[in-house]
């Protein structure tokens, strides 16, 4: 039985984690399909820009990447330290780039909250978000649902578009960029 995610990271060992991310049903990812002739090398700049937004987003630095016909791999470094200097207004500010703020963490920011169980369930909910921005999980999900979404409208077709996984990245893999 495969080892979930969460377990099989570990900051303490090291921060650099390797993830292949894979096309399924033999859908095409970038470059021309032999098969139907069709030119996909477009889509490569859809990840290239995801990237970017998301490693200026999430506590997490994108080292290397390749994409490829059918798969792509990113090899990422997770910043704790960054995540936790953030304020909660960053957090925020950062977690509202790719989703909606809740509304009682909005009323907290203003200064609307008052009672003490108001304050703490925003607190805890910034934490969460704050958590989530160091997560290499989060940040795949963000990276593949948007290039599936996009995928799967091109193609005019629904359903799964990527199935990853990830691995402590070896040394080798990390190079100064």
């Not at 330290?81 to 963490?105: G, H, K, N, T, Y």
């Not at 003490?116 to 290499?136: G, N, V």
Request: with cysteine; aromatic share 10%; charged share 25%.
């Amino acid at each position: 039985m495969p080892t979930p995610r969460s377990q099989q990271i570990s900051l303490s060992n090291t921060p650099y984690y390797h993830c292949i991310s894979r096309c399924v049903r033999r859908t095409f990812l970038c470059g021309i399909d032999s098969t139907t002739n069709k030119d996909y090398s477009h889509r490569k700049q859809w990840i290239v820009e995801r990237l970017a937004l998301l490693s200026n987003t999430f506590a997490i630095e994108v080292c290397a990447y390749a994409i490829l016909s059918n798969h792509s791999h990113t090899v990422l470094k997770i910043n704790e330290s960054l995540a936790q200097s953030w304020s909660d207004e960053q957090v925020m500010q950062r977690w509202e780039q790719l989703f909606s703020i809740p509304v009682l963490v909005e009323r907290y920011l203003n200064g609307e909250c008052h009672s003490e169980a108001e304050q703490d369930k925003a607190h805890e909910t910034i934490s969460l978000f704050r958590d989530r921005l160091m997560d290499i999980s989060w940040f795949m999900r963000c990276l593949n649902e948007h290039i599936a979404r996009k995928a799967n409208a091109e193609d005019k077709c629904t359903g799964r578009f990527w199935d990853w996984f990830l691995r402590p990245a070896k040394p080798a893999y990390i190079t100064s960029m």
